[in-house]
Nanobody, 125 residues
Framework: QVRVAESGGGLVQAGGSLRLSCAAS????????MGWFRQAPGKEREFVAT????????YYTDSVKGRFTISRDNAKNTVYLQMNSLKPEDTAVYYC??????????????????WGQGTQVTVSS
């Protein structure tokens, strides 16, 4: 069982920055694909970004490209989401997820087996 826990959410003004952290348990963290998803009120959970391996392959949804950066520290079993130039439409609960199983894609909810409880990010206008 892999435990995943997010931290770092909060309230920020539009144009500001936040960094989310996600700590995961397990001895083989470097082999996990780690993803960030978000869910705004009344909307479905959506893919934000993923780091697919220790090599550092990363992918982003179009709406956050150039503003968000996913990174990982395998020595600390932690993945980060640096969010810059935040917009009110980025307001959501952000979830971290881990996948210990190979997938050809890592942007689907079903690609991940382990999820955190989420952390609230609120961007005021």
């Amino acid at each position: 069982q892999v435990r995943v826990a997010e931290s770092g959410g909060g309230l920020v003004q539009a144009g500001g920055s936040l960094r989310l952290s996600c700590a995961a348990s397990g001895r083989t963290f470097s082999r996990y694909a780690m993803g960030w998803f978000r869910q705004a009120p009344g909307k479905e959970r959506e893919f934000v970004a993923t780091s697919t391996s220790s090599v550092g392959d990363t992918y982003y949804t179009d709406s956050v490209k150039g503003r968000f950066t996913i990174s990982r520290d395998n020595a600390k079993n932690t993945v980060y989401l640096q969010m810059n130039s935040l917009k009110p439409e980025d307001t959501a609960v952000y979830y971290c997820a881990a996948s210990a199983v190979y997938s050809s894609t890592y942007y689907r909810i079903s690609d991940y087996q382990y999820w955190g409880q989420g952390t609230q990010v609120t961007v005021s206008s």
